[in-house]
């Protein structure tokens, strides 16, 4: 991994921490997607030499904070993602931009289930958790960010 | 895929989940929640940016005459306000040697802080917002939170730069209040929604009106006695229950403050001595 994609990298991660914080409206609130997800994603299926599980404790951490939720929640979460996403990155590599969406939709889906879970076992009366809106929302974005980042790595390496 | 990663994803599962328990149950892992406040705060400035860019803009390019109007206003507003302060310096005073008199020294008035709203969580299930005024501002857990109008909310997370603010519409939220009228109490909790309160276990038979003003009472030690909280909006005697289904709506305007104040009791901030009998020398 050369210093010019260390640096994309890590500034993609701080665009979606600031998209992570932007206030909604409280319609909108139901449907906020995932914005780290997306870009931990991208990175594990575009880098998955340099990107592993290590990631899910920083960032995990800091989504924790970000979203005041009890400390080491999202490390669980990315960590599941990281690793459905290193066995299955290989198969969505030869998927197209929709099949690729679909697999997303259904592991942030059992994401938030472990979610829900998570809390349900840990904090009494938690709040409930949005399972379907989230997953949707999440997938639906995925063919941009996937074009983003095919793109930006095909420019990173004729360079 | 490396070698051995199941049982590492299990081991990163346990560590998470055993990070989960000792944050819920203790609180030796605060320090590090309020560190990572520090790696988090320039995403969470820098998302609120647009807003004071278009805030200063505003302050900026304001009409000449708009702000000679809005002085002109302000000035009429600050002198019926000076002229209550004055019957209020008095009353105060007559209060505490009322109080004296009674050998009890509470403060009549409280130190305050004034903080802005910055962002609003946006989880639809919770209530919460976040205020742009941290632990290095002297914020504290647990800190009461009014706006102009009444009781907003309590501080529920600090980190160095900003603090999460639970608001009282939140429906895991309960405080002690009791009706100005007549000093009947009752527990006004959250529904979830904005715009109303519910008071529990209250008997089909209390003296509540509709229009009746709720005051904190203070018996929570959490929040300060007197402070405006709701009005009773509605009240209905159930047959067969055995208390009334009182709602309320709350004075404060929880979804349209933007300026809040955040007060430093000496109640919200005491902490028991560590040695209970010592202190009875």
Redesign the interface.
């Known amino acids: 991994m050369t210093l010019q994609s260390a640096v994309y990298i890590l500034i993609m991660l701080?665009l979606a921490?600031?998209?992570?914080?932007?206030?909604?409206p409280?319609m909108l609130?139901?449907f906020?997607p995932s914005w780290v997800m997306l870009v931990i994603t991208a990175m594990v299926m575009f880098a998955p030499a340099a990107f592993?599980?290590w990631i899910?404790?920083p960032l995990?951490?800091?989504l924790?904070?970000?979203?005041?939720s009890?400390?080491?929640?999202h490390?669980?979460l990315v960590?599941?993602h990281v690793?459905l996403l290193?066995?299955l990155y290989r198969r969505m590599y030869l998927f197209n931009v929709l099949q690729q969406a679909a697999v997303l939709f259904l592991m942030i889906m059992a994401e938030q289930i472990l979610h829900y879970w998570?809390v349900a076992v840990?904090?009494e009366?938690a709040?409930?958790?949005?399972l379907l809106a989230p997953a949707l929302t999440t997938a639906f974005l995925w063919p941009w960010i996937y074009v983003i980042g095919y793109r930006s790595l095909q420019r990173l390496e004729r360079a | 895929?490396?070698p051995f990663?199941g049982q590492?994803?299990a081991l990163?599962?346990i560590?998470?989940?055993?990070?989960?328990?000792?944050?819920?149950q203790y609180t030796w892992?605060d320090p590090?929640?309020y560190g990572?406040?520090y790696?988090?705060a320039?995403?969470?400035q820098?998302?609120?940016l647009p807003l004071a860019v278009t805030e200063w803009l505003g302050e900026n390019t304001a009409l000449r005459r708009q702000l000679i109007r809005e002085n002109k206003i302000l000035s009429v507003r600050n002198l019926v306000l000076e002229r209550k302060a004055q019957r209020m310096a008095s009353l105060e005073a007559e209060n505490l040697s009322l109080r004296e008199l009674l050998s009890a020294s509470d403060q009549v008035d409280d130190r305050v802080l004034v903080t802005s709203v910055t962002?609003?969580?946006?989880?639809?299930?919770?209530q919460?917002i976040i205020i742009d005024k941290g632990g290095r501002d002297g914020v504290f857990v647990g800190q009461p939170v009014l706006d102009a109008h009444g009781l907003l909310g309590q501080v529920?997370?600090v980190?160095p730069f900003s603090s999460?603010v639970l608001m009282i519409a939140d429906?895991?939220h309960a405080v002690p209040v009791q009706v100005n009228r007549n000093g009947v109490r009752a527990i006004a909790t959250g529904t979830g929604a904005l715009n109303e309160l519910e008071l529990i276990y209250v008997p089909n038979t209390a003296d509540i009106k509709v229009g009746d003003m709720l005051v904190s009472s203070g018996l929570g030690k959490r929040y300060p006695q007197g402070y405006p909280v709701a009005t009773v909006s509605s009240i209905e005697n159930v047959p067969g229950e055995s208390f009334a289904a009182v709602k309320a709506e709350p004075t404060a305007k929880l979804d349209r403050s933007r300026y809040l104040l955040l007060v430093f009791t000496d109640e919200a901030a005491r902490v028991p001595p560590e040695n209970l009998w010592g202190s009875a020398e």
Do not use: C, K
């Open positions: 701080f921490f600031v998209l992570e914080h932007i206030p909604v409280d609130s139901w906020t592993g599980l899910a404790v995990g951490l800091m924790d904070v970000e979203h005041g009890l400390l080491g929640l490390v669980l960590g599941l690793f290193q066995l998570a840990m904090q009366g709040p409930p958790v949005p | 895929m490396p990663q590492r994803v990163v599962a560590l998470s989940l055993t990070l989960m328990w000792l944050d819920h892992l590090v929640r990572l406040g790696v988090v320039p995403a969470q820098t998302a609120v962002a609003v969580d946006p989880d639809p299930y919770t919460q529920i997370d980190t999460r429906s895991n």
